[in-house]
């Protein structure tokens, strides 16, 4: 390999690295605005001890009555689906904490196995394009004045 092109090589290796870094903080900032602007108050968690916890959002029904929604968001390629496994921590942490809703996001899919167990247990699955989706209605609804 050419020095140049050991140059190019490392300072694309140095990119990715900074770019995967970015896209896992923006994933978890990103969908908590995308929260806020549906009219949920965030919370960001910290990285540590969180419980799988990225993401809390409170919503007042009433003055006095809230509902809490825990998000965990995982960033994979699109060829790693999201297994049962995840859905089952997540309904676990849901459980244990006493949140009223739980949400799953990721940037890839998820298995069958994931979407039968999180459809039995009432818990929210958003995948790359129902994010897409999701972007999508909030820029219509922003258009329409709505959101």
């Known amino acids: 390999m050419s020095n140049r092109a050991r140059k190019n090589y490392l ?17 978890s900032l990103g ?20 419980d799988g916890i990225d993401i809390i959002a409170i919503r007042k029904i009433m003055p006095d009555i809230d509902i809490r929604m825990m998000i965990q968001c995982k960033r994979f390629s699109p060829g790693n689906t999201v297994g049962v496994e995840f859905v089952k921590q997540l309904w676990a942490t849901k ?11 990721t940037t890839s899919s ?6 039968i167990k999180a459809d039995l247990w009432k818990l929210e699955l958003r995948d ?20």
């Open 11 to 27: 300072y694309i290796n140095q990119v990715t690295a900074k770019t995967q870094s970015l896209l896992r903080l923006s994933q």
């Open 31 to 50: 969908s908590g605005r995308l929260l806020e602007r549906f009219g949920w108050q965030i919370e960001p968690m910290g990285y540590t001890k969180d």
């Open 110 to 115: 998820f298995t069958k196995g994931a979407m």
């Open 95 to 105: 459980v244990e904490h006493g949140f009223h809703q739980a949400m799953l996001a």
């Open 128 to 147: 790359h394009q129902s994010m897409v989706d999701w972007c999508m209605k909030y820029g219509e609804a922003r258009k329409t004045g709505k959101a």
